[in-house]
């Protein structure tokens, strides 16, 4: 075999080594969870664990599990602790929250996943 002739091989595998990883980047890119952000006020339970929120304040809106997720008040830090900022039984806190789908794994059912949330003024 020449010279030129392994180095065009050479080049032929590193040409594709290189598409190869960034079809992998790109896939894994786009399979990753998407944040919706959602806002409204906040109707929230006896323990402050969950929410309804309503889009406009008046209509239902949906259902919410809070526990466990990131959240600050206002522009302030971003606290991992329980509890929230969220005030139990409140019907009219305004709230901010990122939220990702999550498909069935393993024979259990998705839903919807409250990733942070914000309480605002």
């Given amino acids: 075999m ?3 002739s392994i180095a065009i091989l050479i080049v032929a595998f590193l040409a594709g080594l290189a598409l190869g990883v960034l079809v992998t980047g790109t896939v ?14 906040a109707w929230v339970n006896q323990e402050g664990t969950a929410v309804g929120l309503s889009p406009d304040g008046e209509t239902p809106g949906s259902s919410y599990v809070v526990a466990g ?3 600050r008040e206002g ?9 929230t900022c969220l005030e139990p039984l409140a019907d009219d806190q305004s709230l901010r929250m ?3 789908d999550v498909g069935p794994q393993g024979g259990g059912p998705g839903r919807q996943v409250v990733v942070w949330l914000e309480c605002l003024p």
């Fill in 2 to 4: 020449k010279v030129g």
């Fill in 98 to 100: 990122g939220v990702i």
């Fill in 69 to 71: 997720a990131m959240w």
């Fill in 28 to 41: 894994a890119w786009a399979a990753r969870p998407q944040v919706e952000i959602v806002e409204g006020q």
């Fill in 75 to 83: 522009a302030g830090s971003w606290q991992d602790t329980f509890p």
